[in-house]
């Protein structure tokens, strides 16, 4: 050992061991050499408890969950089958189509009933204003039923006293039309009320004549007027 | 601390409820997670409490996790996050005077892991859990703050004030 040569170390020896007693330095190597705790024996079982308690519970959350939506079903159903029947009774009772009164048919409708007024509205009409899409409430005028018998076959000639129509400005024979009587049928009707008015007069003279002479004309012309808020039916 | 390497099997199986798989994964990493909480906490029963809490949670979501590989940094968050919620009404993040350190440069000791483990258990409890979650575990300022409810400025703060106080405590605890 005495023999042997004695080596001197690096100069900055010191200063590396220094640096290793800085605290950072020691902080960083001994947070992996932490001791290393462990939990007690019953430790699992307490776990193992507590999962069997959770899978217990867990098996009826999706029974109340079905349960309670089922039955909110059953009374969304219920409510929904009494609203109709409310409805149906209203409508034997007023006689009215309310199908269209329905939220469902006034969204998707093009037309709704004014069940106050008895009025048609054309909820689906618009208008381009200043390259502005703008809906237009428009009203239509209510047309009640008058005939539900089966369409009748349109005639050719209608014959007016005094004048064929297919052939105009012949005059028909005076016996042949001394044999016929005229019947005015006048049918009248308003928007706000809606009442409808049937007047009948049989053997009236004829209006269509009567005009004709008013102004000296020489053949008699047929003359159809309709009026702008009533339609004359002639069936 | 040493990192847990997990079968990918053993994962299958846990993820599949099997409760042996899943008792084999409390074996494995029983000790990481006891540790983190024990040591966050300095309770006992309270660690017990975090720990089944967190093996609990950890078979309840398994299935939601999208990186099994990811399995024992993932409990260890959940167990991070159970032991602050048990623990949240004891942190108190005061403000941390700001003077330099009188013994920033003074430190002039030897010390080793048992000891520093006895000087982090005796910290200040908001203050050893900033330092737990950064220093021990790794977390970013950023997360430790946002898993404590804290400013990023705060949690570094507090992470000064923890050392500083470790110096004091390991240097005391040298002395006795």
Do not use: C
């Not at chain 1, 902080?27 to 899978?55: F, G, M, Q, T, V």
């Amino acid at each position: 050992m005495k023999d042997l040569p004695e080596y001197e170390p690096r100069s900055n020896s010191w200063e590396k061991i220094i640096k290793r007693k800085d605290f950072d330095s020691q902080l960083s190597k001994n947070l992996n050499e932490l001791p290393i705790y462990s939990p007690s024996e019953l430790a699992w079982n307490r776990i193992e408890e507590e999962l069997e308690k959770k899978k217990q519970t867990f098996i009826w959350w999706p029974l109340l969950i079905a349960a309670s939506v089922s039955g909110l079903l059953f009374l969304a159903f219920y409510q929904y089958d009494q609203s109709e029947i409310q409805i149906q009774s209203l409508q034997q009772a007023d006689g009215i189509n309310i199908q269209n009164l329905t939220p469902e048919n006034n969204g998707k409708g093009e037309t709704e009933l004014d069940y106050l007024t008895g009025v048609k509205k054309d909820s689906s009409s618009y208008e381009v204003i200043d390259g502005e899409k703008r809906k237009i409430d428009r009203t239509k005028e209510f047309i009640p039923e008058i005939a539900v018998e089966k369409q009748q076959e349109l005639v050719n000639s209608f014959i007016v006293k005094g004048m064929d129509l297919e052939t105009r400005g012949k005059p028909i024979d005076s016996s042949e039309m001394q044999k016929k009587t005229f019947h005015t049928v006048a049918i009248s009707w308003d928007i706000r009320n809606t009442k409808v008015r049937l007047t009948t007069k049989i053997g009236a003279p004829d209006p269509l004549l009567l005009e004709a002479k008013n102004k000296e004309e020489i053949y008699p012309q047929g003359q159809i007027r309709l009026g702008q808020r009533n339609i004359i039916d002639f069936k | 601390m040493t990192q847990i390497q997990l079968d990918s099997e053993l994962i299958e199986q846990v993820i599949a409820q099997d409760r042996k798989a899943q008792f084999q994964l409390f074996e494995l990493t029983k000790r990481m997670i006891y540790s983190l909480a024990y040591r966050m906490l300095n309770d006992e029963d309270l660690a017990h409490d975090v720990l089944q809490e967190t093996y609990v949670e950890v078979f309840q979501k398994i299935r939601s996790l999208k990186h099994p590989e990811a399995l024992p940094s993932w409990m260890k968050t959940i167990a991070a996050r159970k032991a602050i919620k048990v623990a949240k009404n004891q942190f108190e993040f005061e403000k941390i005077d700001q003077h330099p350190d009188p013994l920033e440069n003074q430190f002039d000791s030897w010390f080793d892991g048992e000891l520093l483990d006895q000087a982090i258990r005796e910290l200040p409890p908001g203050a050893r859990a900033v330092f737990m979650l950064v220093t021990v575990e790794g977390y970013p300022h950023s997360e430790a703050a946002n898993l404590l409810g804290i400013s990023e400025s705060t949690s570094k703060s507090q992470l000064h004030y923890a050392k500083r106080l470790l110096k004091t405590r390991i240097q005391n605890l040298l002395r006795v």
